[in-house]
């Protein structure tokens, strides 16, 4: 038997406690398999992490955050804040753009972020390079 409140709760709980903990793929994919159905317990760790002063946080952040906006369409200030934010947080977000291409119902956001990011630059190399 399952108990989702209780596990997003336990699950806030111990985030509280470090952002390192952030940086782990468990806690990422924790997120991501939670985002359709609990996006109001998670866009706050989501927004913390676009804030983190580790830049796989970031990145992971990102990917996130448009993850997010692609299953809810209302959250186009989440992705903006990814697709604007740092390179990290932009690499994130040009991950889920990328690799979001070919499904019908994500393509427009998908094609657009991707436009936007071939003209990203991050001093001497170009963002979208590093897909």
């Not at 676009?50 to 200030?77: F, N, W």
């Not at 427009?108 to 979208?128: M, N």
Request: charged share 30%; aromatic share 6%; net charge negative.
């Amino acid at each position: 038997m399952h108990n989702e409140p209780s596990a997003i709760t336990q699950f806030k709980q111990l985030l509280e406690a470090d952002d390192k903990l952030l940086n782990s793929h468990y806690v990422e994919d924790f997120l991501a398999r939670g985002l359709r159905k609990h996006i109001e317990d998670f866009r706050p760790l989501i927004d913390r992490m676009l804030l983190s002063e580790i830049k796989e946080v970031r990145q992971a952040g990102g990917r996130l955050a448009c993850l997010a906006r692609l299953y809810h369409t209302e959250l186009d200030d989440l992705s903006e804040a990814a697709m604007s934010g740092d390179p990290a947080c932009r690499l994130g977000a040009a991950e889920v753009a990328s690799q979001n291409l070919t499904n019908t119902n994500c393509r427009p956001w998908c094609e657009a972020a991707l436009i936007r990011f071939f003209s990203d630059d991050d001093g001497d190399r170009v963002l979208i390079s590093e897909l």
